[in-house]
């Protein structure tokens, strides 16, 4: 099978003890989705960062590589800005 792109947001929330976690996951049709659904879930008050990101892989086989980030908004991760391509 050859690899699919997807597109996702990962958004992020701050816990009481002030660490970051992962909040919800946000599937997308292209990339300029992802960026504009990562942007717009930072205005609210649940979630303090985002990250519009490329999922490659087969998913029949369930393999898939390392996301790309595409863009990042608010607070995000050490190692998701980290792995900003530019």
């Given at each position: 099978?050859?690899?699919?792109?997807?597109y996702a947001v990962q958004?992020?929330?701050?816990?009481?003890?002030?660490?970051?976690?992962?909040?919800?996951?946000?599937?997308c049709k292209n990339a300029?989705?992802?960026?504009?659904?990562?942007?717009?879930?930072?205005?609210?008050?649940?979630?303090?960062?985002?990250?519009?990101?490329?999922?490659?892989?087969?998913?029949?086989?369930?393999?898939?590589?390392?996301?790309?980030?595409?863009?990042?908004?608010?607070?995000?991760?050490?190692?998701?800005?980290?792995?900003?391509?530019?």
């Amino acid at each position: 099978m050859k690899s699919t792109d997807r597109y996702a947001v990962q958004t992020y929330v701050r816990n009481r003890r002030g660490t970051i976690n992962p909040g919800r996951g946000i599937a997308c049709k292209n990339a300029d989705e992802a960026r504009r659904k990562a942007e717009q879930s930072c205005s609210g008050r649940a979630d303090i960062g985002a990250a519009a990101m490329l999922l490659r892989g087969d998913e029949y086989l369930g393999s898939t590589e390392e996301p790309i980030i595409l863009a990042v908004f608010g607070v995000c991760p050490p190692d998701v800005i980290d792995e900003i391509p530019f």
